[in-house]
């Protein structure tokens, strides 16, 4: 069986910005709640607001729950959560720091902690549509589809220019198998923020709805996008195999296996392609491969059998 990607969701977090900066701010606070810095700057710089301890109140929380936001996009999750404990008892009443709490939580798979967290966000703050998408997240992991469509459909209402939201639902109603909703949803997150994921998830929705003209096409924009991540040739390798184009689809796979030589599908989907067009010796050596990599697996067996090979 000829496998395709599978792609999961993920949330964003609020910054803190304009509402905190004065005219006198120091530089080291102005770099802290910077939304064009790095995260490394503003982690470092908002640790050393931190450690100046001349901020109190929502300020403070904004530093910390800064500081928490990017030390989680470093995975550094244990610093983070002790970032944002301190961001909640310095402000109980700020929902960034619930907000990107909950999300810590959701990396560590701790989901109703992250419910309740992303709860207690949108009790203090109804109009944070980051904290629905986000909470809208958690419920599809738990495996609640309706719970999280209804979040990410709200959070679409308060922030029409969310594309996560959009990004989010639209997964939801693939897996719900409405794929004309699907790719209406995908295609407005390209068009406000358009991403490699965005392209793969609208080329899986039109690949399953037989467009294969249209998949083809959006793969083609992550190869444009990230020439050097495999999933974009391996998708349209695949969409070539589809069409009967051999050529081009071994070609796609070659470049998908220069950057992902462990893809033991990508072996055996290239495999199909060199058998379907005459080339044996070649089939018979991806074939093997595919099993070295995932012993077991049917289509390559079956394949080597038909060809009257050995495994």
């Known amino acids: 069986m000829m496998r395709v990607s599978v ?4 949330g964003i977090v609020m910054l803190a910005a304009a509402p905190f900066a004065h005219a006198e701010d120091t530089p080291t606070w102005k770099s802290c709640i910077s939304t064009i810095n790095t995260g490394a700057e503003r982690l470092g ?14 300020r403070l929380a904004a ?5 928490g ?32 709490r909950g999300r810590i939580y959701g990396f560590r798979r701790e989901l109703d902690r992250a419910i309740a967290d992303y709860d207690e966000a949108i009790k203090l703050d109804p109009a944070f549509a980051l904290a629905h998408n986000n909470r809208g997240d958690a419920f599809f992991q738990k495996g609640h589809l309706d719970r999280a469509m209804a979040d990410f459909s709200t959070a679409i209402e308060l922030d029409p220019k969310l594309a996560i939201a959009y990004g989010n ?13 699907a790719i209406e949803d ?6 406000i923020a358009p991403d490699i ?19 083809a096409a959006d793969y083609g924009e992550v190869i444009r996008i990230a020439p050097n991540d495999a999933r974009g040739w391996r998708n349209r390798g695949l969409i070539r195999l589809f069409q009967e184009n051999y050529k081009e689809g071994i070609a796609d796979y070659d470049r998908a296996l220069q950057y992902d030589p462990a893809d033991a599908f990508s072996w055996n989907n290239r ?29 390559a067996t079956a394949s080597l059998k038909k060809l009257g090979a050995k495994p």
Not at 45 to 58: F, L, M, P, Y
């Open 7 to 10: 792609l999961g969701l993920g």
């Open 45 to 58: 710089s908002c640790t050393e607001v931190i450690g100046a301890k001349t901020e109190t109140g929502r």
């Open 63 to 67: 530093a910390y729950c800064i500081r």
């Open 69 to 100: 936001h990017e030390l989680t996009e470093k995975r550094e999750l244990d610093a983070a959560l002790a970032s944002l404990n301190e961001a909640i008892n310095a402000d109980a009443t700020y929902a960034c720091a619930w907000n990107n």
């Open 169 to 181: 639902r639209g997964f939801g109603y693939y897996r719900k198998r409405d794929l004309a909703r």
């Open 186 to 191: 995908y295609s407005a997150q390209i068009q």
């Open 197 to 215: 994921m965005a392209y793969l998830n609208r080329g899986n929705a039109y690949r399953d709805g037989e467009q294969l003209d249209r998949a």
């Open 271 to 299: 495999g199909i392609a060199k058998m379907r067009s005459g080339d044996k010796k070649g089939a018979i050596a991806d074939f093997r491969k595919a099993l070295e990599l995932k012993p077991g697996l049917e289509t």
